[in-house]
């Protein structure tokens, strides 16, 4: 069980810190799946910073099931990235597939993440675990807690302090309505177990985009310390995930239902 105070990330980004933890504002993450194009990239880091938002999230690098599918457009993605975070000031947030990439992704990512299908890579975690950007640590989509606080271990015991857990839906035996099951009781039973900050990720976690606001909503009550939502300026037209993804209008109706019933920044 846990020992001692809950500990703070604080992250630097363009506009300044923004702290997580259990006793700061709840912090928001948004964007795309996939960095698609300069327009669009750009165009959805303004609105989602303009709804609330600090991070920008967008993939160069993609975990696609099929090797057939869109992998992702790799360093141009991550030079637009660049030009977002630039225009708007918001952090990035991106994913790191391959250590090879680890410099060239570390140069845009004020946090890096690590997807729920490396979890389980520990020389990866390692890595990233040696390096100064703070890591964002998604949970193995058939992953025991115990399993999940190892792979965070993994990386604060090589030396990197700053960790932040999320939670992603996990493997469901009804696949039917929801890509997985979003498992919310993650929030008290991490709080009794570890210090690190939660985020929570409804659209990974559900799949659907109708189901996105409930359970965001449901994860501020449960007393999660940030949020990533998929948005995108036309979902049916995403190359990953659209049915998940937010328009950009819907998202910022969501930033104002959740600052009803928690402290968003
Ligand atoms: C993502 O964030 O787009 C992603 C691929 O997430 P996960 O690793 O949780 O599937
Ligand atoms: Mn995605």
Not at 163 to 192: H, Q, W
Request: proline content about 6%; some cysteine; glycine content about 8%.
């Amino acid at each position: 069980f846990r020992h001692g105070e809950a500990s703070e990330v604080i992250v630097s980004t363009p506009s300044g810190h923004v702290s997580f933890g259990e006793h700061h504002p709840i912090v928001v993450v948004a964007g795309p799946c996939s960095v698609e194009n300069e327009t669009m990239i750009v165009e959805t880091a303004k609105r989602v910073k303009t709804a609330g938002a600090k991070f920008l999230r967008g993939g160069a690098y993609k975990p696609r099931t099929s090797p057939y599918a869109f992998q992702g457009y790799g360093e141009s993605a991550l030079d637009l990235l660049a030009a977002a975070r630039e225009a708007t000031g918001l952090g990035i947030i991106t994913e790191l597939m391959d250590a090879a990439d680890l410099p060239a992704v570390a140069r845009v990512a004020d946090i890096i993440q690590i997807g729920a299908r490396n979890m389980h890579n520990f020389s990866l975690l390692k890595k990233v675990g040696a390096q100064d950007k703070p890591v964002l640590l998604k949970r193995g989509m058939s992953a025991t807690i115990d399993e999940w606080l190892m792979a965070a271990e993994y990386i604060l015991a090589s030396g990197n302090p700053n960790v932040i857990l999320c939670e992603r839906g996990i493997r469901t035996f009804d696949g039917k309505y929801a890509r997985n099951t979003l498992d919310l009781s993650v929030l008290p039973v991490l709080r009794s177990l570890t210090h690190l900050p939660i985020m929570i990720d409804p659209s990974h976690g559900t799949g659907r985009s109708e189901y996105v606001p409930p359970m965001a909503m449901a994860a501020i009550a449960a007393g999660t310390d940030a949020l990533m939502i998929e948005v995108h300026p036309n979902p049916a037209k995403a190359l990953s995930d659209g049915p998940q993804s937010l328009t950009p209008d819907k998202f910022d109706r969501l930033v104002q239902d959740m600052s009803v019933i928690g402290k968003v920044v």
